[in-house]
């Protein structure tokens, strides 16, 4: 059963284009979602980070977007650049008001950013 | 610092035999995670280690999977016996300490496992 879905195996943009990466979720406990960035023979690296009593989070090109009533995120990236190519991973927590290091993931999307 | 390192990098092993990849986490950070990546599952938590005590192995898909962290500075994924799904990346992460709400992992390169 999987609890964060990437809907969207791969995804192409031209450089200078807004990305948009798309995630759903399905467990209503969860309370803090995460971006991280993997590219090729490396291992994954955090990106960016959302608190489910925000609906936005901005650093620099990154920023995600939470819709809890759809259980929905984004990560949008502006402007999109040939170094964004890469695969991304959506993951949540449910911190059960404490704190957790468990994290479950997604099956990640392969951004492709055309010159 | 070095970062998370796992060896080895690649391994392709038969069918049956045993598998041991290792992972050495970044000094100090008291938290270990082992993940799994395939295409059909993306990336899936196996079991990890706060202080060298595991804390949660519900992840780990059955009994032929073992994990072992003797210390601070060194842990195992055993597989015995291996069989072709087992075929994988195996990351290795550590992170710091608990933070709430969650603290950031760090990743190894991971161990890729090819079983025949």
């Known amino acids: 059963d999987q609890q964060v879905k990437q809907n969207s195996p791969s995804l192409s943009v031209q450089e200078g284009r807004i990305s948009i990466l798309n995630c759903d979720y399905t467990?209503?406990?969860?309370?803090?979602f995460l971006w991280y960035k993997k590219y090729p023979a490396e291992g994954p690296t955090f990106l960016i980070s959302i608190s489910s009593i925000k609906d936005k989070n901005e650093d620099g090109r990154f920023t995600v977007f939470l819709n809890k009533s759809a259980k929905h995120l984004s990560l949008h990236i502006v402007p999109s650049q040939p170094g964004d190519s890469a695969v991304y991973f959506c993951a949540a927590s449910a911190s059960y008001g404490g704190a957790t290091n468990k994290l479950i993931f997604g099956t990640g999307t392969l951004l492709a950013v055309q010159p | 610092d070095a970062g998370v390192i796992q060896s080895p990098r690649h391994e392709v092993t038969e069918m049956g035999q045993e598998v041991t990849l290792r992972c050495k986490p970044i000094s100090g950070h008291d938290y270990l995670f082992w993940y799994r990546q395939t295409m059909m599952r993306g990336l899936e938590l196996l079991i990890y280690f706060n202080n060298n005590v595991p804390i949660d192995d519900s992840g780990m898909p059955e009994d032929r999977f073992s994990a072992k962290m003797p210390n601070a500075s060194f842990s195992t994924l055993k597989i015995q016996p291996s069989e072709p799904r087992d075929s994988a990346v195996y990351f290795c992460a550590s992170s710091y300490h608990l933070e709430y709400p969650t603290d950031t992992q760090y990743f190894g390169p991971g161990t890729r496992l090819t079983v025949l």
């Open positions: 467990n209503s406990m969860f309370d803090y």
